[in-house]
């Protein structure tokens, strides 16, 4: 691997274990201590309910674990927010119009060029091709076999499908 890949790959490990890991860890740490000691020690009233910050800790984690896994859960299954990040994340990703190389690239594509080739000399030969159906199944296979030439999604040799 050479040098600058290995610095990019380091780069996106680091961000991936201190945003997902080491900034959770602290920042929930650091909002228990904070709250605590700057809020509830001071206020007498909550001082009686939580005396001291053990039970305050173990009373942050039975609530606000569960609180942050439906709060997840809301985020995932019932806001436009997830689908909003999945369709950004689409739109950036290099690989969405592009062959992968190993099974796809050597098998996948492959075999999705002959099934077309199957179908259309089976439904000629039943006489049950319509020109729609041959349109459609040889626009597509026009789709395969450029990904397969060019090594990506090309409408034409000249235009990506994903330009602008």
């Known amino acids: 691997m050479n040098l600058r890949r290995l610095?990019?790959?380091?780069?996106?490990?680091f961000r991936i274990g201190y945003g997902t890991y080491l900034a959770f860890l602290?920042?929930?740490v650091s909002t228990i201590v904070t709250v605590y000691y700057l809020a509830i020690n001071n206020i007498p009233f909550l001082k009686l309910i939580f005396p001291n910050f053990g039970l305050f800790s173990i009373l942050a984690l039975a609530f606000g674990v569960?609180?942050?896994?439906?709060?997840?859960?809301?985020h995932f299954k019932r806001s436009q927010a997830y689908?909003?990040?999945?369709?950004?994340?689409?739109?950036?990703?290099?690989?969405?119009?592009?062959?992968?190389?190993g099974k796809e690239k050597e098998m996948g594509i492959p075999l999705a060029i002959a099934n077309i080739d199957l179908f259309l000399a089976m439904a000629k030969k039943?006489?049950?091709l319509t020109p729609e159906i041959e349109s459609t199944f040889l626009e597509v296979r026009e789709k395969y076999v450029n990904l397969t030439k060019h090594g990506d999604y090309r409408i034409s040799d000249?235009?990506?499908?994903?330009e602008g």
């Open 7 to 13: 610095l990019f790959r380091s780069w996106y490990y």
């Open 26 to 28: 602290l920042g929930f």
């Open 66 to 74: 569960p609180l942050a896994i439906f709060s997840g859960y809301l």
């Open 83 to 101: 689908s909003s990040e999945v369709d950004i994340a689409v739109e950036a990703n290099p690989y969405y119009f592009k062959i992968t190389p």
């Open 126 to 128: 039943l006489g049950v």
């Open 158 to 162: 000249t235009t990506s499908a994903k």
